[in-house]
């Protein structure tokens, strides 16, 4: 605990100190770094004093980028033709083979040049350079690029060549057959459409394209069984950890229990049978929810009263728990129910002890354990709050 508020500690000094230098670097301006050209103005807001006049004026400024020279101006459009020239064809082989859309890029000269376009025939390209329609025939059409470069302007004009794609022969027939089902389209008071069943001479077999749903559907179901088997599994290891974890709970409390009885006299059998007819009372009064390790202390002493045999009873008990501390009671209960119960009380009390302090270290883990957890969410915090202080400071100084 200790750690985690100094490490929090920590990163607010630090924090503090460097919003500080931040802050005091703003405090006194006597010049502001222009933009390149290409990265647009940029908006600033200063607080002003003049002695005597005004102080803590607030004021908002437009800087703008950085202004190119006439010649730099020229030499930025001339390189801006011959990238458009390599970038206009896009996908396409070159400008006078072009069976796909084009590439009208908006900037060139990594910004500081804007490009818009015009076309002569838009019945072919649309505005933005996609093919409107495949053109029959090989069609040339005029481009025009208006480039401009802060003041500087020009026209840059060039031509490119849409030719109609190749096709396939499977392209080529299904284009016959289409043309054969136009044809019946056109038909007028005609109630339905024949299917052609010959082309160039050849059979045509129509069917309708259908998907294998039973596939899917067998997919779906393996899906959900191996869900559910998963599902049980985890159920079924999840109950088994609570189970355990509550027996663990339990152990100092029923050996405790036991050292007590002992001492006041109870043989081991009229022992077992106090707790576990004790347990079952308060569970029917409802003064008490089911403990797994009373119910197999019951179901022991139901074996005995059923004719099982007292120390195969308690050997059973412990086989049942699974759990070694559980069994070492057993074997506990049946050594010395063998000895006559001599010096059990004395063992039953160290193995209370020895339980009480694991029961204190098991607690202790389980807190550790839910700081642990408690790590993830404390440091998505830590950064919004972070994000929150030094977010506003990095935009004010335009980082």
Not at 274 to 303: D, F, N, P, W
Request: aromatic content about 8%.
């Amino acid at each position: 605990m200790r750690k985690k508020v100094m490490l929090i500690l920590i990163a607010g000094v630090l924090l503090a100190v460097g919003i500080g230098w931040f802050d005091g670097r703003e405090q006194e301006k006597t010049r502001i770094s222009r933009n390149a050209p290409g990265m647009g103005a940029q908006e600033k807001e200063y607080l002003i004093d003049v002695p005597g006049e005004i102080k803590d004026y607030p004021l908002k400024l437009e800087i703008a980028e950085k202004r190119l020279t006439k010649a730099q101006r020229k030499e930025c459009l001339e390189k801006a033709k011959k990238e458009l020239d390599t970038l206009i064809p896009g996908d396409n082989a070159s400008k006078d083979e072009v069976t796909k859309d084009l590439y009208l890029p908006d900037y060139l000269q990594q910004g500081v040049v804007k490009a818009a376009y015009s076309f002569s025939d838009y019945d072919i390209f649309q505005f933005d350079g996609t093919l409107a329609a495949e053109p029959k025939q090989p069609t040339p059409v005029e481009i025009t690029a208006e480039l401009t470069c802060q003041e500087e302007r020009c026209l840059y004009r060039f031509s490119v060549c849409a030719i109609p794609k190749e096709k396939s022969a499977h392209e080529l027939l299904a284009e016959k057959i289409e043309s054969m089902i136009s044809l019946q389209n056109e038909q007028e008071d005609s109630d339905y459409i024949a299917l052609p069943q010959a082309v160039e001479g050849k059979e045509i077999h129509w069917r309708k394209e259908t998907v294998n749903r039973s596939l899917v559907v067998l997919f779906l179901a393996a899906a959900a069984s191996f869900g559910i088997v998963f599902r049980e599994k985890e159920e079924r290891k999840r109950r088994k950890e609570e189970r355990e974890k509550q027996m663990l709970m339990d152990y100092s409390g029923i050996v405790g229990k036991f050292s007590l009885l002992l001492g006041a006299g109870m043989n081991i059998s009229l022992v077992w049978e106090k707790i576990a007819l004790t347990y079952q009372e308060k569970r029917a009064r409802g003064e008490m929810e089911k403990r797994y390790a009373y119910e197999e202390m019951l179901y022991t002493l139901y074996e005995i009263r059923d004719g099982v045999g007292e120390l195969q009873a308690y050997e059973n008990f412990g086989n049942r728990c699974e759990l070694p501390l559980y069994r070492r009671l057993s074997a506990l209960i049946v050594q010395n129910t063998r000895k006559g119960a001599q010096g059990l009380q004395r063992l039953l009390e160290q193995e209370e002890w020895e339980s009480y302090e694991q029961r204190k270290l098991r607690a202790k883990q389980a807190g550790e354990e839910a700081g642990t957890k408690l790590l993830l969410p404390m440091g998505i915090m830590l950064i919004i709050v972070l994000a929150i202080l030094v977010i506003p400071v990095g935009m004010s100084i335009g980082i």
